[in-house]
């Protein structure tokens, strides 16, 4: 998507052919900051502190992060290293453990002199499918806002509501929950994007704000509780999410708060879509209330709250009592039956073992 005007991806080869650089989205929307990775610790670093964040994108970080692993030691206890390393950074996107198989596989049986090149291409591959993938399920998910568009009689505004981060900061580009909103606003649908803010990271508020706003597209910031008295008054057309791991069964984790919006949505005949890329499925699970890990994250993300002030200082503040413990929980689920689709590469299915066995017969 555009930066400034300029086509730019959220990671990508520097010149040198080795380095390997990211948009340091723990700056955004205050600075845009190009972040270089040159060893395995700077991918699982910015795994960890969420420098790049999303499930693709931590998939195809990861990717890269195996390819920086094996310029520092080729051999197989160094490949094993790297994926224990990786692996451990974050719990929840499923996208990291396929990307650190599928790399795996590929690298264990080569030669150790073959490994850092072939490690290298195949994880620039992974971005471009990533980039193909977001498109394609973009176009399937434009036709979803297009038919609701359409049966309400084509208003001057659709409005979507969206929650997180799910857009081309997710990803390598587009997008997933985004992806469909650019396409729609890209073909001349009135779109307009109520934003959750998304606490306690407030990826909503930085992240989604900022590149709705450089692509142009209309879009209002909200807090996290105003979704169902907007959906009451009949304020919400369609709801679009991405998420960090959907089972075989079609329950959705994702960010932390995606299950209340669901029940609003449910509680108000509002359509709930998911947008995701095949990867993000875990076909070895069913049941994602009881089988998906849920990340805790450090209570400090919670008790405080960093901003720009006035004057164009970048300052974090406590919004709670020193004594008060906090709780951060950064993830849900959101059960099968209270969405409405799962919007993918391959198409728009049924959120349901029989709707992903039909698009991805190979898995089931
Ligand atoms: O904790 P984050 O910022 O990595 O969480 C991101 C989300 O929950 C997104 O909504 C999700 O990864 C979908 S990604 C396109």
């Known amino acids: 998507m555009l930066v400034d005007g300029k086509p730019t991806r959220t990671i990508w080869l520097g010149e040198d ?3 390997v650089e990211i948009i340091d989205q723990t700056k955004l929307p205050f600075e845009f900051v190009v972040a270089g990775m040159t060893t395995l610790d700077d991918a699982a670093t910015a795994i960890r502190d969420m420098l790049v964040r999303g499930a693709p994108l931590i998939g ?8 920086l692993a094996m310029r520092g030691d080729t051999s197989d206890a160094g490949l094993e290293n790297a994926y224990k390393v990786l692996y451990a950074t974050r719990p929840t996107a499923v996208n990291l453990r396929w990307a650190l198989d ?16 072939a490690a290298y291409a195949r994880a620039a591959e992974i971005c471009d499918e990533d980039v193909d993938m977001c498109s394609s399920l973009g176009e399937h998910g ?23 981060n799910a857009g081309w900061l997710a990803t390598v580009d587009w997008g997933t929950a985004l992806a469909p909103v650019y396409k ?16 306690p990271r407030n990826q909503g508020a930085s992240l989604t704000c900022w590149e709705l706003g450089q692509h142009g597209v209309p879009h209002t910031l909200i807090v996290d509780n105003v979704g169902g008295h907007l959906m009451q008054h009949g304020q919400v057309d369609v709801c679009i999410t991405g998420t960090d791991r959907t089972t075989a069964a079609g329950d959705v984790c994702n960010k932390i708060g995606t299950y209340l919006k669901a029940l609003a949505a449910k509680d108000n005949n509002v359509p709930f879509y998911v947008g995701l890329p095949g990867p993000t499925i ?19 993300e919670v008790t405080k709250l960093t901003g720009v002030t006035d004057s164009g200082t ?18 849900d689920v959101t059960p099968a039956r209270l969405v409405t689709g799962l919007i993918t590469e391959r198409g728009v299915s049924e959120a349901s073992k029989a709707g992903l066995a039909a698009l991805y017969p190979e898995n089931a």
């Not at 970048?314 to 993830?331: K, L, M, Q, R």
Request: charged share 25%.
């Open 17 to 19: 052919g080795a380095t």
């Open 60 to 67: 195809a970080t990861a990717a890269y992060g195996m390819a």
């Open 102 to 117: 599928d790399l795996k596989a590929l690298l264990a049986p080569l030669a150790e002199a073959n490994r850092v090149a």
């Open 142 to 164: 434009r036709g979803v806002i297009e038919k609701i568009w359409e049966a309400k009689g084509k208003p001057d505004r659709i409005n979507v509501l969206t929650h997180c």
């Open 184 to 199: 729609a606003h890209d073909a001349g649908i009135p779109v307009h994007v109520w934003v959750d803010e998304t606490r």
């Open 282 to 300: 875990d076909w070895t699970i069913d049941d994602g209330v009881r089988d998906v890990p849920i990340e805790q994250r450090d209570a400090g």
């Open 314 to 331: 970048i300052e974090t503040v406590t919004i709670s009592p020193p004594g008060s413990p906090a709780a951060n929980y950064a993830f």
